[in-house]
């Protein structure tokens, strides 16, 4: 079967964006990461996700997602359990050849050790019909406030940690701008394949450091990644493999000069059907990145981190 309108051709490509023509979902599911050898960075993260229409034959559409890390050696790791919550309203527009569709979402984050931050994030995204089978893409978010308030990091370790309330001592910082940008073309090479290929922009800059400030803060973060999705249907499975290499990755620190920090991604996510309302969506990938110290750290020293990750979830619509 293939589609001859263009408009057809757009709407299609903005149901990657946002699944905003649904009356709505309910999901549940984990989250779990497994760092290998560093047992006390391994973690599971349960979840529960909705999104609904609150207005009858309208694009609007209400998100939120609630969901709590727990590392698996907690006694280890007193500081990273971590609640988040989620919420974001959104909507999608189609102006002939091209398709606009907004979001602004609100993140908040509570640790363990009483550290707190907060983020804004307003999403653009669109798609602009090139020509048959072919769009121009972009995803992804600006945040341009986000506040956060930290204990000091390293009296945080045993058994009292930041329990102790000497140990609360808060230092706020503030992150000036973020953002996380996809660019590029989406290709339908058949009614069932879609190939996209984009390039990937993170940027990251906070200042302002109050209390006890440390020179190896990281005050800016540069990332360039080359991304590649292949989505294949079989009747009702949808398998998307992916991969991300980075090919420039910069962090800039307050005092300690600058360090790269390269990483390369890959796996697949998709969703299998069990009937007209009701699927699982899984997304599993192997990670692994360059890491080192800041150049004028003491105790300079290079190595690499890698981690493997798995996500199962239940998703019913209604």
Known sequence: MKLNNKASYLMCSALAFSSS??????????????????EQRSNTMPYIAMEFNPIEDSSMFLYANFSYRHMIESEERTWNDRSRQDVAIGWSEGYKDFWWGPKFQIRNEMYANDTRRTEYRFYNNM?????EDHDLILDGFIAPVG?????????????????????????????????????????????????????????????EFEGDNRAWE?????????????TQTFNDLTVTPFVRYTFYRNAESVDYGDKDELRIRAGFWGDYKIDDKSKFVFETYYQTEDKENFEQDWNQNQWEDDYFFVKLGYRRSF
């Open 21 to 38: 023509t649904m009356a709505g979902y309910i999901e549940l599911g984990n989250e779990y990461e497994n760092w290998g050898d560093q």
């Open 127 to 131: 798609a602009y019909y090139l020509a």
């Open 147 to 207: 506040v956060r308030n930290r204990p000091r990091g390293e009296d945080c370790v045993g058994q009292n940690g930041c329990q102790d309330e000497a140990n609360n001592d808060l230092r706020t910082s503030y992150t000036d701008y973020y953002h996380e940008i996809d660019f590029g073309v989406r290709s339908r090479l058949a009614y069932d394949k879609t190939l996209q290929l984009t390039l990937y922009s993170e940027v990251s800059k906070q200042s």
């Open 218 to 230: 990281e005050e800016k973060r540069v990332e360039w990644q080359v991304r590649m999705n292949y």
